[in-house]
Structures are given as C-alpha cells and as structure tokens.
C-alpha cells in the first residue's frame, strides 16, 4: 500500500518535530530519532487493569503510563495465539501473510527473510536492537531475531527484566565522539500466562485467605506434587484440580491472575525507573501491550483457544516524549488493530513505511481525533480456517465449517447468535474475509519460502511449562 498525501504531510511533520525534540535533549549531540521500549505482557485482559477502569489496583505503573500517554480503549488483537499475533504486531501483516504459527500447531513456519520486522526495519536505519523475552512461542527460531543484534529467551520476568535493564545500560553508553546511537528495546513476559502463581507477597494482595478449594497458589506447591522439569504433569495437575462449576475456584483464579498482573507491573515500573535513572525517558517512546486476552468462562472454558471478544481484546498505550509534542492523558475510542502499531511507530519516527503493510498508522486519530474505522481481521492459524472479521459493529466468526454472527452493539457478550436473521451482513462479511485471505496469500506466495523450524530442547520444556505441547508433540 503507498503512502496517502496525508500520510507523507504528517511524516513531514514529524520530522520536524524530531529536530525538536533532538535540539531540547540535554546534549546537542544527541541523535534526532526518539528510542523505542516496546513492553508485551502475554495473556494481559484490559479490563483487568486500572488505567481500563478495573477496581483493583493491579497496575500502577501502566495507569501512570497511560495518565502520561495514549490509552486505545478498543485495541483487537489479530490471533488468540501468541506466535501469530506478535508476529503480525512486529511485521504490519495479517496471518496468512506472514504464517508464523505456535510450535505444536500443523505447518509451524519461520517468518521468511523477505519480510522485515520492526527491528529490521530499525536497524537499518542505524538503530541498536535488542530484545530480553521469555522464549517460547517467540523464539528466534520462529523468526523474531531478525533484525536484532541480540535477542536473549529467559525464563520469568525477573530475569526478563534484569536482562532488559542492562540493555539500558549499554545503550546508554556513548561512542569516542560522544554520541550514542537511538535504540529499540523488545521485551516480553509470560509471567500472567497460566498456570497463575504469583510470588506469594503479590498473591496476599488479593487472594481470600479463607479460600478452601484446591487450586495449587505457588510453584513451591506444584513443584512438590509433580516435581521439578516434568512440565506437562505440571499443567494437568493445575488443571485438574480447578472446579469450573465453583464460584470460589473461578474467583480463586481471577484473584492469581491479577496477582501476576501486579508483579508484573512492579517489574515494568523497575525498567521505567531505570530509563530515567539513565536519563533516557526524555528522548523514549514506551508502549506496553498484549498479544491477546483470557478467558474466565465467558464462553465455557479458560485460557486463549476461541476468537471471542475477551480473547481479542488487548491494551495498547503509548507513552510520546514531551518534545514530539503528542497528546497526554488521551483515551482514544475508535477501534485499532495490533497490525497498526508498525506503521504508527514508523511515521511518528520519521521513518518510511514497506508498502506492503496491511496495518495503517494510527497517527491521523491521535492528531486530528478521526480516522476511519478498519475491519479487524483474527486467525488461528491450526486448520487455517478458524478466523473473525469484526466491521462496525458486526461480528463474524468462522471455525471450520460452523459460522457465527453477532451484533456488538446490543449484544457485546457475543451471546446471541444472529446468522439466520441478517444474511446480508453474512455475505458482506464473508467477502471481506476473502478478500483479506487472497490479499494475504498472495503476498505470502511471493515470498522466499522457509524450511519448518527445528524445536531445541530449552524451547520445548519452556512450552510444555505453558502447556503448549505434551510429551508426544
């Protein structure tokens, strides 16, 4: 897609405000490009937040990010699985257009080289890359070391984020002539993904003492079930000990989630500080964001394995540097994509766009307050034909051959199935997700293609941890 009149106006813009915001940093030297920390907690519902309106205060380091930034209130994810949704956030495509799917699901593909990703995109332009994360369903070998002149997998976010301190560091270091080259910083937990065990200090914040039942509330606990390294065991043991018919136990659970929420938080908040400490957070762009949601039963189950709203739905907020001169305090609306981040990260950098992207920049909605409405497309990629378009405020779901339609506007808790009742709404969006499938294999086709990638054994026990594979896959 080429770049509309409007779009090279703001990129002109842009630019301009770049140079001003290079000539208000505390050495004239510095580069005119704003740094990037970009933050994605896996598993992370809004609505279990405070800066979203939550009445727990699980979050007090993202509401001071959103007090100081932009808050997307309808930010959709474009898969329920976290291979497939980060990679469309790092890209600018849709699914099946780059096809990078979680280990364990049929046809796992590396992104092909002829795709560049953010950090490539970056790197090019004399950015240092480095990325701290937890592995897993984002390992390199998936595709998401490109462009990164390090891309190191953890195991938790303490470690996530002691790794992504220390990249602070080095990038705050300055050359023999005194300058220092602008960064981009990716890091990713896992830590609110199940099983829920938070460290018992954050678990105390919430959890009813007089809870009875039998859900395990520590890795100590579980560990002295199943022992230690059988991760599988691990997983079916939390599991099986979860009544879904006991109020208790579905609160028990909300209650360790956002625990692990909280911990979590208190770890971004040590790597915000620390950007200030280096006197860094004047020249950064933070956003923080999720790859998808959960479910508590909304629909009958747990975890992230349908398209449904509470899945989809993601938080999404950037934090501007004062010189760019952006809005603070916005709560933005209208409804985003995580396909849209690439490009809107580009623009407000300055930098040229791929013409290639399927995402659009959200920058004429934070400037002017208005941009148009896009169709939010989401894949699972296993079986390739699990997919939803939302237009407006219509819903269409597609798993296999069972199709579904929902009107958001009176039904938000897609709960009433209206397929029979407006069958022109049907076709128009069965076209569209046509459209965006052709579109989108197209571009795929095109590609270099890649060989399946090879599953070493540190990513294999850290998925089977996730419960992503068994012992057989």
Known sequence: MKPSRRSRRYSVLWSLALVVLAGSCRRSEDPPKPN??????DTLRPDHLTAYGYERPTSPVISRLADEGIVFEQAFSQSPKTATSHMSLLTGVYPPA???ANWGERRVRRLSD????LATLLARLGYRTEAHTDGGNVSARLGFGQGFERYVEHRGAGTVFDGARQALDQFAEEDGAGTRAPFFLFVHTFEVHDPYLP?????AEFVDPSYSGDIIGSREELERLVGSGNYWASHEEYWNRVDREDPADLQHLRDLYDAGILYTDVQLGTLMDHLRSLDLDAETIVVVLSDHGEEFLEHGGFLHNSLFQEILHVPLIFRFPEGLALPSGLRVQ???RLV????????VMGLPAPEHLQGHSLMPLIVEGEAPTRPVFSQ???GG???ALRDGDWKYIRVKRQEQLFDLSEDPGESVDRLSVRPEVLARLQAEVNEIIGESFAFAEAQTPTRPPRLDEETREQLEALGYLDGDS
């Open 36 to 41: 990037l920390v970009l933050v994605s907690i």
């Open 98 to 100: 780059h096809r990078v």
């Open 334 to 336: 209208t409804i985003v």
């Open 385 to 387: 034909r699990i997919v």
């Open 114 to 117: 002829d795709i560049p990703t």
């Open 380 to 382: 699972w990629l296993a």
């Open 199 to 203: 460290p018992a200090e954050y678990a």
């Open 340 to 347: 849209d981040v690439l490009p809107t990260l580009l623009e």
